[in-house]
Each structure stands twice: as structure tokens, then as C-alpha cells.
């Protein structure tokens, strides 16, 4: 398994909760995933593969990932340069009054989207989302372009669940998430890592493929978190990514922008500044900015969610189903885009469901054994 969340967390799980060895591969050269973050050479605390905040729902997942850190309450704010202005996002009652000019209630803006909605039969694109939901209007400024720099595809190419991933509200909440747990790791993502795997049953090998290394290692189980069709040797084809170039700029001064992120999804190459004092909090006199530019190449970050991918990843996940004691999962081994949570949840899971494998297997010899069977 990986490094990354997915694994790091079944790690921690097996060795402290069911006393297991594990050995922990991990092809980069750091623990943590796409969330590992480090001090730059300004001393400024930055997140390597662009911002990852921290936010769910679930008590279960907060709880659990607050054995290992501190918590730095934080709630991200996301504006977008449109039409020369800075506006929220997603889409509110500030945005439209900001944009327009206009002083609307909740109720009017609610009114406002409906005038403008151009309402679907079927709503299966990202494009069909966002027009059944606010019209044509707000979707070429908001989401047609950006859409199209972030996967190299209009949105009437891709899945409705893309741009069903942000709201729209008719209220002044400005907040990018209203999950009801919104943290950031006090001392960084990477120090939580380190305190998650600290346990004297976890071995970890880093800059390692585990396919080098596999055959002269003895294991029950076998964890993978890393992408599905090279498991299987690209049999079926190569699932398609996107990826991100991040070009990072430390600024002579305290500040740059007045919000953690601020996204470009108009005529830019890039599709947001990402400044991570914001998000980290952190008093410095400098500050550290990333542009995010999509790309084909580089690593994998983001499934294309679309009908022809699914069916090559259908085929791995038959395959993955006949592996024996081998578990996929994680965004790359499942082909999915997880939010963080998503992922400790996932892992949380499936600890439960090994352990009770477990104990059925264990009932199962005790059964044999009083018949006189041993199985080991």
C-alpha cells in the first residue's frame, strides 16, 4: 500500500488495532500522499500538490484523524475573477448582487436563477447541470471555460456529477464548504502523517514500486492504493488522468490575495492562485502563491469521470474482484474522485471488513479443528 491517506490509515489501523506487520511502499520520496506539505526555502509552510483543506460531515473521520494532530479551525473562501471583479463562489446572493449591481433578497435571487434556468428532461452532463440550474449566462462565466482548461473537455462531454460537485445558493454564505467539521492540521498535513505511522509494526520503503520488490517479500495481504489498470499491466488500457503543473512564487510581502483561493475561469491558462497563509495560518513576512495549470501529463490526480472510462475501469474492478487476500482502495485503485474524508472513511471500512473476515475465518477453524482439521 501507499503512503498516501488510504494507506496510511489502513496502516495504522492494522498494526495498532489488530497487532499486524506492514511494510508500507510508496514510489515518491515522502509520506503523505498529494497532501504532504513542507517548509520552502523562505521557511513558509506550502502544500506540494496544491491546497487540500480538510472538511466532512463525519464525526467518525474527524475524531479519528484528531488522535494524530491538533486542530486549526479554518473555513475556506474561494473567489472568482469575473467580468473584472472579484466575486464569491459557489455562486450566492453575494455573487449576483456584486455582479449585476443589484441589491436581491434570497427569495428574489431564487427568482433571478429561475428566469435564467433553462430546465432539462435529463440532466446527464456538467454542462445540463449548471444551465437546468442558474442558465446559460452564468454558466459561460463561471464554468464553461473553466471546466474546459481543467479536463481539455467541454462540459457537455463530461459527467453530471463534475459541476454537481459546487452548489449554488441563494443565501450570503460565502463559505466553499458548509460541512459541519472545517479544520486544517495545526502543524501541517505531513507531521500528522508522521504521528500516524509511528507505530514499531510499520516498516516504510520509500521510493519503491512495490512491483520490484513484491517477490521477495513474504505477506497475507496485499493493500494496493496505487492505479488499477497498472496492477493489472494496462491490460484493458490506459485509464486517463489529469494532472497539474504547479508553478509556486514566494512574494516580498505579507500578503497577496485577500482570500485562500481565488479561481480564473475565464480567458488565464491557469485555474487558480492558491495563497496558503490562508490556509495554514501562519505568520510570516513573506508569502507563497501556486498557479495551477491542467495537464495530460504528470501525475495522476483526477479520473475523467465519462461513460467509456467507467467501462475500462468496470473491467479492472472484475478483475481486482478475483485477486486473492489482495484489497484495492483509494481514488487511484478505484477510479474515483474522493474528497480527503471520503478516503479515511473508505480505509476505516475497510479495516472493519478485514477484521471481521478475519474472525470468520479464525470461527471457522476453531469448527475444524474440534473435527479434528487444522488450518493454518
Known amino acids: ?51 487540500h483543506i480538510f472538511h466532512t460531515n ?20 474561494v473567489l472568482a475573477s469575473v467580468d473584472g471583479q472579484l466575486v464569491p463562489v459557489p455562486i450566492n446572493q453575494n455573487t449576483i448582487n456584486t ?26 452532463t456538467s ?66 502523517f508522521h504521528r500516524i505511522l509511528n507505530h514499531p509494526n510499520i516498516n516504510i520503503m520509500l521510493n519503491t514500486d512495490y512491483k520490484d520488490v513484491i517477490d521477495a517479500v513474504t ?26 503543473s504547479f508553478k509556486s512564487q514566494t512574494i516580498d510581502s505579507e500578503n497577496y490575495q485577500p482570500v485562500g483561493t481565488v479561481n480564473y475561469p475565464m480567458s488565464q491558462a491557469y485555474t487558480r492562485i492558491t495563497e496558503f497563509k490562508h490556509l495554514t495560518g501562519q505568520k510570516h513576512d513573506k508569502t507563497s502563491i501556486v498557479f495551477e495549470y491542467p495537464t495530460a501529463e504528470g501525475d495522476p490526480y483526477y479520473p475523467i ?15 481486482a474482484a478475483s485477486e486473492p487476500n489482495t484489497f484495492f482502495t483509494g481514488r487511484l485503485a478505484t477510479y474515483k474522485y474522493y474528497n480527503m474524508d471520503q478516503v479515511v472513511a473508505q480505509s476505516l471500512t475497510l479495516f472493519k471488513k478485514i477484521m471481521q473476515a478475519q474472525l470468520h475465518l479464525y470461527n471457522n477453524e476453531m469448527v475444524h479443528s474440534s473435527n479434528g482439521i487444522k488450518i493454518s
Open 1 to 51: 500500500m501507499g503512503a498516501g491517506l488510504a494507506g496510511s490509515v489502513l496502516a495504522e489501523r492494522l498494526a495498532s488495532k489488530a497487532n499486524k506487520k506492514i511494510l508500507l511502499l510508496d514510489k515518491r520520496n515522502h509520506i503523505g500522499g498529494n497532501t504532504f506539505d513542507y517548509y520552502n526555502n523562505d521557511g513558509i509552510l506550502v502544500h506540494k500538490y496544491g491546497p
Open 58 to 77: 463525519s464525526k467518525e473521520v474527524f475524531d479519528y484523524l484528531g488522535n494524530f494532530t491538533e486542530w486549526r479551525a479554518y473555513e475556506h473562501h
Open 99 to 124: 455582479l449585476y449591481g443589484l441589491n436581491l433578497s434570497s427569495q428574489q435571487v431564487q427568482d433571478f436563477f429561475n428566469s435564467k434556468a433553462e430546465k432539462k428532461d435529463q440532466v446527464l
Open 127 to 192: 454542462e445540463d447541470v449548471v444551465v437546468n440550474a442558474v442558465g446559460r449566462e452564468l454558466y459561460e462565466k463561471f464554468f464553461k471555460q473553466y471546466t474546459i482548461k481543467q479536463w481539455a473537455l467541454d462540459p457537455s462531454e463530461l459527467d453530471a456529477s463534475v459541476t454537481a460537485r459546487v452548489p449554488t445558493r441563494t443565501n450570503k454564505d460565502n463559505r466553499y464548504f458548509t460541512d459541519t467539521y472545517q479544520a486544517m492540521p495545526l502543524h501541517g498535513y505531513t507531521n500528522m
Open 219 to 244: 505477506y497475507k495481504s496485499l493493500i494496493y492504493t496505487g492505479p488499477i489498470d497498472a496492477y493489472f499491466d494496462y491490460c484493458f488500457g490506459k485509464l486517463p488522468y489529469r494532472s497539474i
Open 305 to 319: 469521470p465519462r461513460k467509456e472510462n467507467m467501462e475500462i475501469y468496470n473491467q479492472y474492478k472484475t478483475l
